[in-house]
């Protein structure tokens, strides 16, 4: 009987839980497209300056996904198809985008070709004209190229391991009759292979396309005065303009182009899902080593500017973190550690980012029962898309609409806002692991439980928690990176630890911002690291 009644009071609120997630993101979303309708106002809006950050967006989203999957795609072919020193090592890092916040790649590139950047300061001494006010000869980082090579190359391992996962799982019929026929390799890559693959490069291509579409803290940080995405637009128009309405009409663009681009993301991943039937592999044609000097200059052509653009800033951000003063020393973590607010930091990382990972990961365990429950043969794929609109919706509007709602931000908020957008994240892991389970087994539940709700307690619940607890981590990981909302919400004496690095970075304190980053990324990596064994 006890149970019977604690199972109804958890089921009561968890349902409330995920009833409450979603009216947040309605309310907010609604609160921050109301000045529209504002019918006297001061605003100096006009039609061109909502085109022009819209088009230097989607311009700005395009360029990087093309980088991305250029790279991400030509490396999955070698870690898809060939043994060579450092495989392992690589797809390691494909967790960077996910799990690695974008302010310390920011970071890392400005420490690596930034004007005093190490790459400028080698030139200059490798030519003989250090000391003499020559001009840094790398300056393409505070400009349109420097910002699309950051986000292409920040983005190109997600590419890079959901196309190595899929390439692996190839049948190898086609492949083989090909073959026979006298196909060469390229023409089998263009004439089956790509086609194989088409709907895991689409989908990952609308993935990077709607991260970089929302990028913020790099646009930012690099980003000319005479050029602005929709998300700096918005944050602008709230924070140093204070012109709502005009900050509205940004936020009301950005979700519009945005939904478009999350409809075709939302097509071709159902479609990624319906080729995913195959029957046999190809075998482990990853220990095959480089089949000839054209594969090797290939090899080259992809991973040297691989290693410039992508481990470079990596690893700059390590090393500046054990550099102070022109000397190696642990004295940067010495200084950080003994400032009392990078332990406030942490711990509001800590409290804040596990409550908000707890609240998405509730809420995407109802939803994902429900759909199961009421869609088991997957014949309403609109139930499915569902989480896919907060995709549609950035970090920076959902925060502009509490500014508005409230106009004081709070640690409550922040909770409110990443779990509100963080639930489709966790909805995916669990509801992937959800298909998995046997109809039959279901049935089979339902026929011997009392109620609906005990079939899930002492059957779902238990097959599915490595899925939750992964869940959990992933949540957790991309909460405790999160810069954007605390530094749109701006809430009095209270920061994280990605809004304390943030500021670090900001007042030119980069060997303390390494030394806390290098921290804050420790703790996103493990989490995330988690979530993935557990998957």
Same mark, same amino acid.
């Given at each position: 009987?006890?149970?019977?009644?604690?199972?109804?009071?958890?089921?009561?609120?968890?349902?409330?839980?995920?009833?409450?997630?979603?009216?947040?993101?309605?309310?907010?979303?609604? #609160? =921050?497209?109301?000045?529209?309708?504002?019918?006297? %106002?001061?605003?100096?809006?006009?039609?061109?300056?909502?085109?022009?950050?819209?088009? /230097?967006?989607?311009?700005?989203?395009?360029?990087?996904?093309?980088? =991305?999957?250029?790279?991400?795609?030509?490396?999955a072919f070698f870690t898809a198809n060939r043994s060579f020193f450092g495989r392992r090592?690589?797809?390691?890092?494909?967790?960077?985008?996910?799990?690695?916040?974008?302010?310390?790649?920011?970071?890392?590139?400005?420490?690596?070709?930034?004007?005093?950047?190490?790459?400028?300061?080698?030139?200059?001494?490798?030519? +003989?004209?250090?000391?003499?006010?020559?001009?840094?000869?790398?300056?393409?980082? /505070?400009?349109?190229?420097?910002?699309?090579?950051?986000?292409?190359?920040?983005?190109?391992?997600?590419?890079?391991?959901?196309?190595?996962?899929?390439?692996?799982? !190839?049948?190898?019929?086609?492949?083989?009759?090909?073959?026979?026929?006298?196909?060469? #390799?390229?023409? !089998?890559?263009?004439?089956?292979?790509? /086609?194989?693959?088409?709907?895991?490069?689409?989908?990952?291509?609308?993935?990077?396309?709607?991260?970089?579409?929302?990028?913020?803290?790099?646009?930012?940080?690099?980003?000319?005065? +005479?050029?602005?995405?929709?998300?700096?637009?918005?944050?602008?128009?709230?924070?140093?303009?204070?012109?709502?309405?005009?900050?509205?009409?940004?936020?009301?663009?950005?979700?519009?182009?945005?939904?478009?681009?999350?409809?075709?993301?939302?097509?071709?991943?159902?479609?990624?899902?319906?080729?995913?039937?195959?029957?046999?592999?190809?075998?482990?044609?990853q220990g095959r080593k480089l089949q000839n000097p054209k594969e090797g200059l290939f090899?080259a052509a992809v991973f040297i500017p691989v290693i410039l653009f992508f481990f470079v800033?990596?690893?700059?951000?390590?090393?500046?973190?054990?550099? /102070?003063?022109? %000397?190696?020393?642990? =004295?940067?973590?010495?200084?950080?550690?003994?400032?009392?607010?990078?332990?406030?930091?942490?711990?509001?990382?800590?409290?804040?980012?596990?409550?908000?990972?707890?609240?998405?990961?509730?809420?995407?365990?109802?939803?994902?029962?429900?759909?199961?429950?009421?869609?088991?043969?997957?014949?309403?794929?609109?139930?499915?898309?569902?989480?896919?609109?907060?995709?549609?919706?950035?970090?920076?509007?959902?925060?502009? +609409?509490?500014?508005?709602?409230?106009?004081?931000?709070?640690?409550?908020?922040?909770?409110?806002?990443?779990?509100?957008?963080?639930?489709?994240?966790?909805?995916?892991?669990? %509801? %992937?692991?959800?298909?998995?389970?046997?109809?039959?087994?279901?049935?089979?539940?339902?026929?011997?439980?009392?109620?609906?709700?005990?079939?899930?307690?002492?059957?779902?619940?238990?097959?599915?928690?490595?899925?939750?607890?992964?869940?959990? +981590?992933?949540?957790?990981?991309?909460?405790?990176?999160?810069?954007?909302?605390?530094?749109?919400?701006?809430?009095?004496?209270?920061?994280?630890?990605?809004?304390?690095?943030?500021?670090? =970075?900001?007042?030119?304190?980069?060997?303390?911002?390494?030394?806390?980053?290098?921290?804050?990324?420790? !703790?996103?990596?493990?989490?995330?690291?988690?979530?993935?064994?557990?998957?």
């Open positions: 009987m006890f149970f019977k009644v604690f199972r109804r009071v958890i089921t009561a609120g968890s349902v409330f839980i995920f009833i409450s997630l979603c009216l947040i993101f309605v309310l907010f979303l609604g #609160e =921050a497209l109301t000045p529209l309708t504002a019918a006297q %106002s001061t605003s100096s809006f006009s039609l061109v300056s909502v085109v022009r950050p819209a088009w /230097y967006t989607i311009k700005i989203a395009a360029v990087s996904t093309v980088i =991305a999957l250029i790279f991400g795609t030509a490396a090592f690589l797809l390691v890092f494909s967790a960077v985008p996910l799990s690695v916040p974008p302010l310390l790649i920011a970071l890392g590139f400005v420490l690596a070709f930034g004007t005093g950047g190490t790459l400028n300061r080698l030139i200059l001494v490798l030519t +003989g004209t250090a000391g003499t006010g020559a001009k840094p000869p790398l300056g393409f980082l /505070y400009s349109f190229w420097g910002i699309v090579i950051v986000q292409g190359f920040y983005n190109f391992p997600l590419v890079m391991r959901l196309c190595t996962d899929v390439w692996q799982r !190839l049948p190898c019929d086609e492949a083989d009759a090909a073959r026979l026929l006298g196909a060469s #390799e390229w023409k !089998l890559f263009r004439t089956v292979t790509l /086609y194989q693959l088409a709907p895991t490069i689409a989908s990952s291509a609308m993935l990077v396309f709607l991260y970089c579409f929302f990028s913020f803290i790099i646009v930012l940080l690099f980003g000319l005065a +005479g050029g602005t995405t929709l998300e700096v637009a918005v944050y602008r128009s709230l924070r140093a303009s204070l012109d709502f309405k005009q900050g509205a009409f940004f936020a009301l663009a950005e979700t519009l182009i945005a939904l478009c681009f999350v409809l075709l993301y939302a097509r071709f991943e159902f479609s990624g899902r319906r080729s995913a039937g195959i029957a046999r592999k190809c075998g482990k044609l090899f800033p990596l690893f700059s951000v390590s090393a500046n973190a054990f550099i /102070y003063k022109k %000397s190696l020393s642990f =004295a940067a973590f010495g200084t950080v550690l003994s400032r009392r607010s990078f332990w406030l930091s942490l711990k509001n990382t800590v409290w804040t980012s596990a409550l908000s990972a707890a609240l998405a990961v509730i809420g995407a365990c109802v939803y994902a029962v429900f759909v199961r429950a009421v869609d088991p043969f997957k014949t309403k794929p609109r139930l499915r898309l569902v989480p896919l609109v907060p995709m549609a919706v950035s970090s920076i509007v959902i925060g502009f +609409g509490m500014i508005l709602f409230f106009r004081r931000g709070s640690p409550l908020f922040l909770i409110a806002a990443q779990s509100a957008l963080g639930w489709p994240l966790a909805f995916r892991y669990i %509801s %992937s692991a959800m298909d998995r389970i046997p109809q039959s087994t279901l049935n089979a539940a339902r026929l011997l439980s009392a109620d609906f709700s005990d079939s899930v307690f002492r059957i779902q619940l238990p097959l599915l928690r490595r899925s939750i607890l992964s869940a959990f +981590g992933f949540c957790f990981a991309a909460a405790s990176a999160d810069a954007s909302l605390p530094l749109i919400l701006s809430i009095p004496r209270f920061e994280t630890l990605a809004l304390f690095t943030y500021r670090l =970075a900001g007042s030119y304190r980069f060997n303390e911002a390494c030394a806390a980053g290098s921290i804050l990324a420790l !703790l996103t990596i493990l989490f995330f690291i988690l979530g993935d064994r557990l998957k």
